[in-house]
């Protein structure tokens, strides 16, 4: 590391946490200092925001991490704590403390924060045992009474690692300081605790935890369920942390002790009791693809212990259920089994009664209508046949994002067994584990290639999309760390062979993916800020519209703007220009993952000087394109759920429209005109700009489902959200947009914006003297014309044109616009939102002709621009200028990506571009 990094790395690393201990030791947020202006810059800059972000996460919320673990601790994972969700043990905050232990080039560095006497009498002192201050104890040993119960008196633990963490300052301030050692004895503690496993506690109830969609809540009919009840699933949203936290802690090492003793305790609890999403004889290599309504009763339990009790079949839940948990996990007697068997038979007869019955009829009706017996009995068969097949044999189909958690984590934990089992000279299980991880390979390998070739499923998903691109970092990252030699298997990492020959090709297959998805996210955002159609869940897009900004980046966010500030450190529209801790769980994967953007995309994503244009085609339309200061965001349009009911004949039925099923289906948003305008607070400070009534926008045809089905009692009214979609959004081409119920910011005023009006609902706005476009940069080079056309029909058209390219003169502009377009204004006042308009863009020298309530201009490409689609699962990116956007093909370096052979997937650099190789 250069000492001019090192020296950056620090100074940033001491303005967040002195940041900080001014905001309280409640929340102390990470601070990434001046975002990138290239993408060279961008890359080299990435190791020193994830430092910071990393300190903020170790050593800067010491007082959430306590309080999580101590109220965890006390009453186990609850959400019926007196202060709803506080008892959660504090796993995103042990990422941070793990990454900063493995993070070698730093470890001389220790993690260091203030308090004040104030803040330790009203928030620590609730957390020693007995909740009271002994006799001659002093603000900083009350903080230690802390470090020792929690952590330095956790079973099997040897010496305090933790001692004398507090020491007094001047000031009635406590110094606050962490050695590695007592990081590892913090993460030790947590982990080791034996109120944490898969699952939760409720009223002194202990319910387990399953991977997956909430399966079991489905009806199955061998069970005689009919309603939504059973187990919560989304456990592997959270074994793909445990996944991430054990190969960090890997690539600690033992080290010395006792720090090596601590590590070395935490992964093997985690081996044993956290990564318990494996292949085994018993569960087939891969997750479950459909849950079946007869045989599928509920997700597939997790698999604890060695890897031998995964071979063997061995391994003992350590959890301790209530009776119906223990049922619904399949602990059940045999003549409970045996019942059980009954039932299901006799619903298979039910079926085939059924299935008959419906060909009967059908063959009765088709033999009448052609006056032929044979024919009766032929469709007889062929229809009772098509029923018994769909409907016993079909399935609801899983989700996207589970399955992908669900078999990264697989693939992960079975290489980890594979060293086990190397390590303790168990041939055969080896060669088991090897034998059903290769088929989890294959399935993975043609799953990214479906997702490159047709987008993802659930395509910029809210919120899930985390866990979607989680998953392929976990794959990115950690699939190479165990050979599948069986000799070399036994190393874990720290050697100097290369990735196997197996695993290259999952890790460039999910960099590829990964690469499509920062290029979308770089051309289709600006500032850190994107507005895109995605497809679940529905419900978020009320939120949004009512105000929640775009980069809160909690729960129901788009995690890829989580992304963009690990990787160019664009936070000027981010609440109060900072990475608060509820986002540290989203930005943890991007500052701890090997997967780095090339320049090439980081470029895209923050020199908006270059004018770009882009469009996909798969389950919906997006389209974006960019300008000087600039970018217009197309808002697509509702689409169908994400799954169905999936019949083995290859046809897919979606159930109703009502409640959850609407909830995720694709929606679309408002086509927006983003700049880099802030807003103006009343005391004339410069303020976020990343709420959606904050942009000039076109909302639409508005689409109302009713509300979300969460209901209240006793009154069994509906209370959950109403999801909406803003469909029909798609009329974007270069500098120009259309679209119904147009819409100015919220903040723009009309009489002090010095509009220039050509005719009856048809202005111009000079960016300079409108407070709702003015970026206030001093810049001349990206000051705006915008103009603006709203027509009393309810649509409407805008043109953003660059002020250099009018001389910066406003009366320039307007005559060309009168001039190309004076003899169209009467044309558009008569004209309705279903009628043909004419409009020449001035600032492309053509004329469009579009309808507004539809339009899309004609796309029909899988991706043209930056992207383009050559074939099935061919790409490209380069960074192509809007002029030469509608070629569709590559200009200059750029990445070249080939899945269409997925067990030979292609990911290189071209014309030029030295494109990096992982693992690295």
């Given at each position: 590391?250069?000492?001019?990094?090192?020296?950056?790395?620090?100074?940033?690393?001491?303005?967040?946490?002195?940041?900080?201990?001014?905001?309280?030791?409640?929340?102390?947020?990470?601070?990434?200092?001046?975002?990138?202006?290239?993408?060279?810059?961008?890359?080299?800059?990435?190791?020193?925001?994830?430092?910071?972000?990393?300190?903020?996460?170790?050593?800067?919320?010491?007082?959430?991490?306590?309080?999580?673990?101590?109220?965890?601790?006390?009453?186990?994972?609850?959400?019926?704590?007196?202060?709803?969700?506080?008892?959660?043990w504090p796993v995103t905050l042990m990422l941070g403390k793990a990454a900063l232990l493995a993070d070698r080039s730093h470890r001389a560095w220790d993690c260091e924060m203030f308090l004040s006497g104030a803040e330790v009498r009203r928030d620590w002192l609730p957390l020693t045992s007995d909740g009271v201050a002994h006799q001659g104890e002093t603000d900083h040993d009350i903080v230690n009474r802390v470090y020792l119960e929690l952590y330095d008196s956790a079973a099997g633990v040897s010496g305090a690692a933790c001692a004398g963490v507090a020491r007094e300052k001047e000031g009635e301030m406590v110094g606050l300081r962490l050695s590695q050692e007592c990081l590892a004895r913090q993460i030790r503690a947590v982990m080791t605790h034996p109120r944490h496993g898969p699952w939760t506690e409720e009223g002194g109830v202990v319910t387990p935890e399953l991977a997956g969609t909430s399966a079991g809540k489905l009806p199955c009919l061998s069970e005689f369920t009919f309603k939504l009840e059973g187990l919560n699933g989304d456990w592997d949203m959270a074994v793909i942390e445990y996944t991430r936290l054990a190969a960090l802690l890997l690539r600690f090492g033992r080290s010395t002790l006792p720090i090596g003793e601590d590590v070395a305790a935490a992964v093997a609890?985690?081996?044993?009791?956290?990564?318990?999403?494996?292949?085994?004889?018993?569960?087939?290599?891969?997750?479950?693809?459909?849950?079946?309504?007869?045989?599928?009763?509920?997700?597939?339990?997790?698999?604890?212990?060695?890897?031998?009790?995964?071979?063997?079949?061995?391994?003992?839940?350590?959890?301790?259920?209530?009776?119906?948990?223990?049922?619904?996990?399949?602990?059940?007697?045999?003549?409970?089994?045996?019942?059980?068997?009954?039932?299901?038979?006799?619903?298979?007869?039910?079926?085939?009664?059924?299935?008959?019955?419906?060909?009967?009829?059908?063959?009765?009706?088709?033999?009448?209508?052609?006056?032929?017996?044979?024919?009766?009995?032929?469709?007889?068969?062929?229809?009772?046949?098509?029923?018994?097949?769909?409907?016993?044999?079909?399935?609801?189909?899983?989700?996207?994002?589970?399955?992908?958690?669900?078999?990264?984590?697989?693939?992960?934990?079975?290489?980890?067994?594979?060293?086990?089992?190397?390590?303790?000279?168990?041939?055969?299980?080896?060669?088991?584990?090897?034998?059903?991880?290769?088929?989890?390979?294959?399935?993975?390998?043609?799953?990214?290639?479906?997702?490159?070739?047709?987008?993802?499923?659930?395509?910029?998903?809210?919120?899930?999309?985390?866990?979607?691109?989680?998953?392929?970092?976990?794959?990115?990252?950690?699939?190479?760390?165990?050979?599948?030699?069986?000799?070399?298997?036994?190393?874990?990492?720290?050697?100097?062979?290369?990735?196997?020959?197996?695993?290259?090709?999952?890790?460039?297959?999910?960099?590829?993916?990964?690469?499509?998805?920062?290029?979308?996210?770089?051309?289709?955002?600006?500032?850190?800020?994107?507005?895109?159609?995605?497809?679940?869940?529905?419900?978020?897009?009320?939120v949004y519209y009512r105000g929640r900004s775009l980069l809160e980046l909690g729960a129901g966010a788009d995690n890829q703007l989580a992304a963009l500030q690990v990787w160019t450190g664009q936070?000027?529209?981010?609440?109060?220009?900072?990475?608060?801790?509820?986002?540290?769980?989203?930005?943890?994967?991007?500052?701890?993952?090997?997967?780095?953007?090339?320049?090439?995309?980081?470029?895209?994503?923050?020199?908006?000087?270059?004018?770009?244009?882009?469009?996909?085609?798969?389950?919906?339309?997006?389209?974006?394109?960019?300008?000087?200061?600039?970018?217009?965001?197309?808002?697509?349009?509702?689409?169908?759920?994400?799954?169905?009911?999936?019949?083995?004949?290859?046809?897919?039925?979606?159930?109703?429209?009502?409640?959850?099923?609407?909830?995720?289906?694709?929606?679309?948003?408002?086509?927006?005109?983003?700049?880099?305008?802030?807003v103006m607070g009343a005391d004339g400070k410069a303020l976020d700009r990343a709420r959606v009534k904050q942009f000039l926008r076109f909302d639409g045809k508005e689409v109302d489902w009713g509300l979300l089905d969460e209901k209240s009692e006793p009154t069994g009214l509906k209370t959950g959200k109403p999801m909406w979609s803003f469909s029909d959004n798609h009329c974007v081409a270069g500098s120009f947009a259309c679209g119904l119920r147009p819409r100015m910011p919220e903040d723009f005023d009309p009489n002090t914006c010095g509009a220039r009006t050509l005719a009856r609902h048809f202005v111009v706005v000079d960016s300079t003297r409108c407070s709702a476009f003015n970026d206030r940069d001093g810049v001349a080079a990206n000051d705006l014309f915008i103009a603006i056309y709203r027509s009393p029909q309810g649509w409407g058209f805008f043109e953003v044109a660059q002020q250099d390219a009018y001389g910066r003169s406003l009366d320039v502009f307007v005559n060309e616009l009168k001039r190309e377009n004076g003899g169209r204004f009467a044309a558009w006042a008569a004209a309705r939102a279903g009628d043909r308009v004419e409009y020449f863009a001035v600032t492309q020298k053509r004329l469009l002709t579009f309808t507004p309530a539809h339009e899309a201009f004609g796309a029909d490409r899988r991706a043209c621009g930056v992207v383009n689609h050559e074939s099935g699962a061919r790409f490209t990116i380069s960074n192509v200028a809007a002029t030469q956007a509608a070629n569709c093909r590559s200009v200059g370096p750029r990445i070249f990506i080939d899945l269409n052979d997925a067990r030979n997937p292609v990911r290189r650099g071209e014309a030029g571009l030295a494109l990096e190789r992982y693992p690295r």
């Open positions: 590391m250069s000492p001019r990094l090192f020296v950056l790395i620090g100074a940033l690393a001491l303005l967040s946490l002195w940041h900080g201990t001014a905001g309280g030791v409640n929340e102390t947020p990470a601070r990434f200092g001046a975002a990138a202006t290239d993408g060279t810059i961008a890359r080299d800059g990435i190791a020193a925001r994830a430092y910071v972000l990393h300190r903020a996460m170790a050593c800067g919320n010491e007082f959430a991490f306590a309080r999580g673990f101590a109220l965890a601790s006390r009453r186990g994972k609850a959400f019926d704590a007196p202060v709803p969700n506080l008892a959660q609890v985690l081996n044993r009791r956290f990564l318990t999403l494996r292949s085994s004889p018993e569960q087939g290599a891969t997750a479950r693809e459909v849950f079946n309504l007869v045989t599928s009763c509920g997700n597939l339990p997790n698999q604890y212990g060695a890897a031998i009790d995964t071979v063997n079949g061995t391994g003992a839940d350590p959890g301790s259920y209530s009776e119906a948990a223990s049922d619904a996990l399949g602990k059940k007697s045999f003549w409970d089994s045996l019942w059980r068997f009954l039932a299901a038979l006799v619903i298979v007869v039910v079926f085939l009664l059924a299935a008959a019955l419906v060909g009967i009829i059908a063959g009765a009706i088709a033999g009448a209508l052609a006056g032929a017996v044979g024919v009766g009995v032929a469709v007889a068969v062929a229809v009772g046949a098509v029923v018994l097949i769909t409907f016993a044999g079909g399935g609801i189909e899983e989700t996207e994002n589970h399955l992908l958690m669900q078999n990264s984590s697989r693939y992960v934990k079975n290489k980890l067994m594979m060293a086990e089992l190397s390590a303790q000279d168990e041939r055969k299980g080896f060669d088991t584990i090897a034998e059903l991880n290769e088929e989890l390979r294959v399935w993975l390998l043609m799953r990214m290639q479906r997702i490159v070739r047709e987008e993802f499923v659930e395509y910029n998903a809210k919120p899930y999309n985390r866990f979607s691109h989680a998953a392929i970092l976990n794959l990115l990252d950690y699939a190479c760390d165990v050979s599948w030699d069986y000799e070399s298997s036994r190393f874990i990492l720290h050697s100097d062979r290369a990735c196997d020959v197996k695993d290259q090709p999952v890790v460039d297959a999910a960099a590829a993916l990964l690469d499509l998805s920062a290029a979308k996210l770089a051309v289709g955002s600006l500032e850190g800020r994107r507005l895109i159609p995605y497809r679940r869940l529905a419900e978020e897009n009320y936070m000027r529209h981010a609440p109060d220009q900072e990475a608060k801790p509820y986002t540290f769980g989203q930005l943890v994967w991007f500052s701890t993952s090997q997967y780095r953007p090339d320049p090439m995309i980081l470029a895209i994503a923050v020199d908006k000087t270059v004018g770009r244009e882009q469009q996909y085609r798969h389950h919906t339309r997006e389209r974006y394109a960019s300008g000087n200061g600039w970018l217009i965001t197309a808002g697509g349009s509702n689409e169908e759920p994400a799954q169905g009911f999936r019949s083995p004949l290859g046809f897919t039925i979606y159930p109703p429209i009502s409640g959850d099923v609407v909830n995720d289906r694709g929606v679309g948003v408002p086509t927006t005109l983003m700049t880099a305008a802030p």
